[in-house]
């Protein structure tokens, strides 16, 4: 298939630019497994499971990785944390009327100090003389995606996190997981659907455009990914009952399907730049809870791939009929595998 493919017509006005007024007041759009489009809301997500079924959530948590600084020398420049490599160093987008070279210093919040030390393929490897995580909680500045156009408050601050987030890393939240509160899961742990973690630290990969019309051609992000031990027994123990794998956000089920790759869950940790597109077998989960993705995006190649390509097709036309939100802050969808 060509990207063209994958491109649709989406009104500026249905790209949500703040969340609901309510966390988990959103829509949901239903693709049953046996067919159908049915406009839902997310407070009926228990009534559309099962008893048995396993939800896998990500609980990566979004670290403030944009820094604003100048170099030593003189001139401004823009940091965008990819990766937190350890304590001290990280992988870097920098912007500047320059380049910065090996050996220069880059200071951010006007005392924090960062040397430049290899320019890696696109990013840059920084070290920082305090610990990263501190300089990014002090002087840095939460990365909303780019299709957002307000700055980031003290709302984004809460809302831009999933409520069950834990392991800072992420440049960009797991937004399906947005819409859950405590009172959501007490709800479907009452109908005896039970929930796991794993994490996936998103990267700022996740924004990059395809820029080839050959989706053969494209090269995947790296993202790294951990499933506990106790999230693959609760895993196979779904299995076994007969309940379903239900992944949380397109994150979610990139972990578990790089981690099936060489068998059952061969993988549980490690690095991943698996690129799912229609034709994929799938090996690790039967239903998906995710929100609308971008025009050309590879994670509207995924659920086409996980839906079917037609499908998505017809729900995101019926999506912008009916005026759904779109994109981070915006509805969400529950796709059942056929």
Same mark, same amino acid.
């Given at each position: 298939?060509? #990207?063209?493919?994958?491109?649709?017509?989406?009104?500026?006005?249905?790209?949500?630019?703040?969340?609901?007024?309510?966390?988990?007041? =959103?829509?949901?759009?239903?693709?049953?497994?046996?067919?159908?489009?049915?406009?839902?809301?997310?407070?009926?997500?228990?009534?559309?499971?099962?008893?048995?079924?396993?939800?896998?959530?990500?609980?990566?948590?979004?670290?403030? &990785?944009?820094?604003?600084?100048?170099?030593?020398?003189?001139?401004?420049?823009?940091? #965008?944390?990819?990766?937190? =490599?350890?304590?001290?160093?990280?992988?870097?987008?920098?912007?500047?009327?320059?380049?910065?070279?090996?050996?220069?210093?880059?200071?951010?919040?006007?005392?924090? !100090?960062?040397?430049?030390?290899?320019?890696?393929?696109?990013?840059?490897?920084?070290?920082?003389?305090?610990?990263?995580?501190?300089?990014?909680?002090?002087?840095?500045?939460?990365?909303?995606?780019?299709?957002?156009?307000?700055?980031?408050?003290? =709302?984004?601050?809460?809302?831009?996190?999933?409520?069950?987030?834990?392991?800072?890393?992420?440049?960009? $939240?797991?937004?399906?997981?947005?819409?859950?509160?405590?009172?959501?899961?007490? $709800?479907?742990?009452?109908?005896?659907?039970?929930?796991?973690?794993?994490?996936?630290?998103?990267?700022?990969?996740?924004?990059?455009?395809?820029?080839?019309?050959?989706?053969?051609?494209?090269?995947?992000?790296?993202?790294?990914?951990?499933?506990? &031990?106790?999230?693959?027994? &609760?895993?196979?123990?779904?299995?076994? !009952?007969?309940?379903?794998?239900?992944?949380?956000?397109?994150?979610?089920?990139?972990?578990?399907?790089?981690?099936?790759?060489?068998?059952?869950?061969?993988?549980?940790?490690?690095?991943?730049?698996?690129?799912?597109?229609?034709?994929?077998?799938?090996?690790?989960?039967?239903?998906?809870?995710?929100?609308?993705? #971008?025009?050309?995006?590879?994670?509207?190649?995924?659920? =086409?791939?996980?839906?079917?390509?037609?499908?998505?097709?017809?729900?995101?036309?019926? &999506?912008?009929?009916?005026?759904?939100?779109?994109?981070?802050?915006?509805?969400?969808?529950?796709?059942? !595998?056929?």
């Amino acid at each position: 298939m060509q #990207l063209s493919d994958f491109d649709y017509a989406l009104p500026e006005h249905l790209i949500a630019q703040f969340p609901p007024a309510v966390r988990g007041g =959103s829509r949901l759009l239903h693709l049953p497994a046996q067919g159908g489009t049915f406009d839902r809301h997310f407070a009926d997500l228990p009534d559309l499971l099962r008893a048995g079924d396993l939800l896998v959530l990500n609980d990566t948590r979004v670290i403030k &990785a944009r820094l604003l600084g100048q170099k030593a020398s003189g001139g401004q420049v823009e940091a #965008l944390i990819e990766r937190v =490599s350890d304590e001290f160093e990280a992988l870097a987008q920098v912007r500047a009327s320059k380049s910065p070279k090996p050996g220069s210093v880059l200071i951010f919040g006007g005392r924090w !100090r960062a040397h430049m030390l290899a320019r890696e393929g696109e990013f840059f490897r920084l070290r920082f003389e305090a610990p990263v995580l501190d300089v990014l909680e002090a002087a840095g500045a939460l990365p909303l995606p780019p299709y957002i156009e307000h700055r980031p408050d003290a =709302s984004d601050d809460e809302r831009y996190q999933t409520v069950f987030s834990r392991e800072p890393g992420a440049v960009a $939240a797991p937004t399906a997981g947005l819409h859950f509160t405590e009172a959501m899961f007490a $709800a479907l742990a009452e109908r005896g659907i039970a929930h796991a973690r794993l994490t996936l630290h998103v990267g700022a990969g996740t924004f990059q455009p395809v820029r080839v019309d050959n989706l053969a051609e494209h090269r995947m992000h790296h993202e790294r990914y951990q499933i506990p &031990a106790e999230t693959l027994a &609760a895993i196979r123990a779904t299995r076994e !009952r007969g309940g379903r794998v239900i992944a949380v956000g397109t994150t979610s089920l990139r972990a578990m399907e790089a981690a099936c790759q060489d068998g059952d869950f061969a993988a549980p940790e490690g690095d991943t730049d698996i690129f799912i597109t229609p034709g994929y077998a799938f090996r690790a989960v039967d239903a998906l809870l995710t929100n609308f993705h #971008l025009p050309k995006s590879t994670l509207l190649m995924l659920v =086409s791939a996980f839906a079917g390509y037609e499908r998505i097709q017809a729900a995101y036309r019926h &999506a912008v009929e009916h005026e759904y939100r779109f994109f981070s802050y915006g509805d969400a969808m529950l796709l059942e !595998r056929r």
